[in-house]
């Protein structure tokens, strides 16, 4: 059985600065796009940033120039480092991978929790 499992998340003071990672465990032969998605209460679930298994990046507007993704294809784990964070960033952050072909199969993680104080 295929799972994301996420760590890294937890409480910090603005301008701080957290990393997330998540770990695909299971029978995975090749992830193509890895990324994370945040929840915040009352509000939609959103994209954060995506990684191919090219490594070429997408972000949204809200956190570019402040957070960084990438991945360790060998060990089937992508990261979010976050930076300069603000009292908006605070969501639940879910992992999300997809594999096969046409990226068929998709699977998010259980989601982390990041809280930012002002």
């Known amino acids: 059985q295929v799972q994301l499992v996420e760590s890294g998340g937890g409480f910090v003071q603005a301008g701080g600065s957290l990393r997330l990672s998540c770990a695909a465990s299971?029978?995975?032969?090749?992830?193509?796009?890895m990324g994370w998605y945040r929840q915040a209460p009352g509000k939609q679930r959103e994209l954060v940033a995506t990684i191919s298994r090219g490594s070429n990046t997408n972000y949204v507007d809200s956190v570019k120039g402040r957070f960084t993704i990438s991945r360790d294809n060998a060990k089937n784990t992508v990261y979010l480092q976050m930076t300069s964070l603000k009292p908006e960033d605070t969501a639940v952050y879910y992992c999300?991978?997809?594999?096969?072909?046409?990226?068929?199969?998709?699977?998010w993680g259980q989601g982390t929790q990041v809280t930012v104080s002002s």
């Open positions: 999300y991978a997809d594999w096969g072909y046409q990226s068929k199969n998709k699977l």
């Open positions: 299971g029978h995975i032969f090749s992830i193509n796009l």
